[in-house]
């Protein structure tokens, strides 16, 4: 009985802490959120790559929700989290840094099609919660996010495709409408959005995440309580019309979550539109199947294609200017990972921002694998 009651106060305080951002009253087409606005958003950075290449979210005291996508061969040793944190240059009072002890990314994560994009990051030790750094609640199976939910996107990616956030790169914020899955098909190519992704953004484009804002989080209102409905994972382009960002639906994993973090468990709220603010509480998972957990060492490949590019570079701006090909949402800068689906265009984008000869050669002996901008050797920004 003593447990049972421990457990429900646990569930209780978790619910009154996730979700919460007492100081909330650009991402492409967005605006510089203010400070704690967002007070689950994290900055990851690799001793590998330098600077900010992913985000993600805090989702209890030593837990950080992310993409698998963002973790390509990466050891935890390199990774460094920061909780916090407003702008990427500068002083930030309220920041907090962490190192990673554990990567772990779902084993069924399939690189070509970015199917069971989700990780998870131990952090080296348990932060403490105040305004500026608190877990966001998590939906839990069973939610629904109908099209026309409205939902936020954090981070600092780039602006637009191919362009940076300028200096001192504040945290972004905008809002985006959910798109029904069926309707997302129909825009991105039949099959390509799974049961485990959902999508948001507006038909006339103007409004999306784009390269560096992968692994963020899309969250959505309920009564006071802030809940993760997805994960930034890919897209075609950036904010172009007719082309919604796609986003790991975090609620088909409330299971893989709780397994793998085993105790301390965030707080998973049922979001619904027909939901009452008296009825917003925590949940426990139906199933307790084994827990399904890789560490990630691969390297990065994405599943989808951008549109060719339009702009002509000589090689050596190319070597700068390879930016986030094939729909993949992360920091990548020099270069385009290839597969089956996306090697033709993947091409023939580097076609148009390198030399004909370089790229004829490349592509010719690295098909199906990587096309690598090979005058630079810098991967991240």
């Known amino acids: 009985m003593w447990r049972l009651t421990c457990v429900s106060l646990a569930l209780l305080l978790c619910v009154q802490v996730c979700g919460q951002a007492p100081l909330n009253t650009r991402i492409v087409g967005g605006v510089d959120a203010s400070e704690g606005s967002w007070p689950w958003q994290i900055s990851l950075h690799s001793s590998n790559f330098g600077g900010h290449f992913c985000g993600g979210s805090l989702i209890n005291n030593e837990w950080v929700l992310t993409a698998a996508h963002c973790l390509p061969g990466v050891s935890a040793s390199s990774l460094r989290v920061y909780l916090g944190r407003r702008t990427q240059q500068g002083v930030n009072a309220n920041e907090i840094s962490r190192n990673v002890t554990s990567i772990i990314v779902h ?31 998590l939906a839990a199976q069973n939610s629904v996010f109908p099209s026309g939910t409205s939902s936020w996107i954090t981070g600092w990616g780039d602006i637009q495709s191919g362009v940076s956030l300028p200096s001192p790169g504040i945290l972004q914020e905008t809002m985006v409408p959910v798109v029904a899955n069926d309707q997302c098909n129909t825009l991105l190519g039949s099959g390509s959005v799974t049961s485990n992704m959902m999508c948001a953004g507006l038909m006339e484009g103007g409004k999306d995440t784009c390269q560096g804002d992968s692994g963020g989080p899309m969250v959505s209102k309920q009564c006071s309580v802030w809940v993760q409905s997805g994960i930034t994972s890919w897209g075609y382009g950036c904010a172009d019309p007719n082309a919604p960002g796609v986003y790991t639906s975090v609620s088909q994993y409330q299971i893989w979550i709780t397994n793998n973090i085993g105790q301390n468990l965030p707080g998973f709220v049922t979001f619904s539109p027909t939901s009452t603010c008296q009825s917003v509480s ?96 810098r991967m991240y920004k």
């Open 107 to 137: 084993n069924s994560y399939d690189r070509n099609t970015n199917n069971n994009d989700i990780a998870l990051l131990q952090l080296s030790s348990a932060v403490t919660f105040n305004n500026y750094i608190r877990p966001v609640c």
């Open 282 to 377: 925590t949940t426990s998972p139906t199933s307790t199947t084994s827990p399904t957990t890789t560490k990630t060492t691969t390297t990065p490949k994405t599943s989808t294609t951008l549109r060719p590019a339009t702009t002509t570079l000589s090689p050596n701006q190319a070597s700068n200017s390879c930016q986030g090909r094939c729909g993949e949402r992360s920091d990548f800068r020099n270069r385009c990972n290839c597969n089956h689906r996306c090697l033709i265009n993947c091409c023939w984008d580097y076609k148009k921002l390198c030399s004909k000869g370089w790229m004829k050669s490349v592509c010719s002996v690295m098909a199906q694998t990587t096309c690598l901008c090979i005058t630079s050797t």
